[in-house]
Structure formats: structure tokens, C-alpha cells
């Protein structure tokens, strides 16, 4: 479990009244990216901000819409970018009893953010390090390109002024929707891929409740674990 329960503990935790602008937003991603690891909850793309800080996990999207919320009230502007991308990314991420179950493309979301005149795209914060590093690992030894929720380029640091990718590379892009705003009404949009024989993973993972999402969270550490 994440130490801060809300947005507004975090803020007062990380953000010094002194730190410039750029100071604020590699210390609001860093913090996300260490006390939040990849990994899902019962709410999954419908994870309310205060939720996925409290309970620690969230995979791309809760983890982008907490980054948006962060920085927004640090007073940043930024938005929340969705694409299509292949779901090979999450190929050994996840239970083989759950894989099966994904669609074969996937909506992903990445943070538009304005630094200091100057905007930056990034998921940097979506994979913590163990998980990046061991991911890594892994591909290398077994020649992948994909999968274990990184790629073999990925990198989850952030200077603040340029582009970071944990997960999303242009050359993945199925398709590009853009900034979205009103979340509840894109999820249910045909363009939003996260659908199983007509229901809606939203609304699957809540019928599975914490319990039954858990052991996807206990795969995920064994995968940092090794």
C-alpha cells in the first residue's frame, strides 16, 4: 500500500513551495513511478486517482490519469493521450489463464505535459524499476521484442524536458485517438478496446473484486522477484 492515501497528501509529501516547475514534475513522476508498481486493481481503467494511490497497483491508464491529476494540481497543464497498441506488451506480464482473455489490441495512454513552455510526452512512470529491469532481463535472454510489460528500450527516468517511454514506442501505434478528456464517455466508445464478449473489463474487474484480481499483482512479483 501506498504510504499517501490522496492526491492532496502527495502534493504536500513531494512538492516544496520552492521547486521550479520542472523540479515539481520529475518529483510528481518519480513518486508515482516508485509507490504505485505496475499492476491492476479491481476498478482497472475506471481507477479513481485517490484509489490507485491507496492501493498501490495500476497498470497504464489509472497510472496516467493519477499522473494527470498530480500535475494538474501542481498546476501543470497536461492530458491524457490514448493510442492502440498490440497487446504483445503484455505477453508473461500476466497469467497465460488470463492472457488469452485480452483483446489483441489494446488502449494505452500516455501524459501530454507542459514543462516550462515546452511539452513533453511520456508513460515513463507507468513501470517501476524492478519490474523494468527484470522485464528487460528476460527479453534479452529469450531475444524478444515485447512483452513482461516493457520493451527492450524502454527507460522509466525523466529529465523534465523531453519524451519517455516505459511502454508506448510510435512504431507500436495501431491507431492514434488523441487527448482525451471525459474518460467515462471514451470507455464506452467503440474506439476503446478493453472489451470481452461485450463486457467491458471495467466492469469484469469489479465483479472480481480485490480477491480475484490479486493474483495477477502476485505474478507480476515474481516476475521482479527474479
Not at 10 to 25: G, L, N, Y
Not at 69 to 87: D, N, S, T, W, Y
Not at 173 to 200: C, F, N, S, T, W
Request: glycine share 6%; net charge neutral.
Amino acid at each position: 500500500m501506498s504510504n499517501a492515501q490522496t492526491v492532496k497528501e502527495v502534493m504536500k509529501q513531494v512538492i516544496t513551495e520552492t521547486a521550479t516547475q520542472r523540479e515539481k514534475a520529475i518529483a510528481l513522476h518519480d513518486y508515482v513511478r516508485d509507490n504505485v508498481k505496475f499492476g491492476f486493481n479491481k476498478y482497472f481503467d475506471a481507477t479513481p486517482p485517490d484509489y490507485t494511490l491507496s492501493c498501490g497497483h495500476g497498470h497504464c491508464n489509472p497510472k496516467s490519469h493519477l499522473m494527470v491529476a498530480l500535475f494538474r494540481a501542481a498546476g501543470l497543464e497536461c492530458f491524457q493521450h490514448f493510442v492502440v497498441i498490440p497487446k504483445d506488451i503484455l505477453k508473461d506480464a500476466i497469467p497465460p489463464s488470463r492472457y488469452w482473455m485480452i483483446p489483441k489490441e489494446l488502449s494505452h495512454s500516455y501524459v501530454e505535459v507542459k514543462v516550462n513552455g515546452k511539452w513533453c510526452s511520456i508513460d515513463s512512470f507507468i513501470v517501476d524499476t524492478p519490474l523494468l529491469k527484470s522485464g528487460q532481463a528476460r527479453l534479452a535472454k529469450e531475444g524478444r521484442g515485447l512483452g513482461y510489460g516493457v520493451r527492450p528500450d524502454s527507460i522509466n527516468t525523466w529529465d523534465g524536458q523531453s519524451d519517455a517511454f516505459s511502454q508506448f514506442d510510435q512504431n507500436m501505434m495501431i491507431e492514434d485517438h488523441g487527448r482525451v478528456d471525459d474518460l467515462d464517455a471514451y470507455y464506452h466508445d467503440k474506439k476503446y478496446r478493453h472489451v470481452v464478449l461485450g463486457m467491458p473489463f471495467n466492469t469484469m474487474f469489479q465483479f472480481m473484486g480485490e480477491v480475484g484480481v490479486a493474483p495477477m499483482n502476485v505474478y507480476i512479483d515474481k516476475i521482479r522477484q527474479s
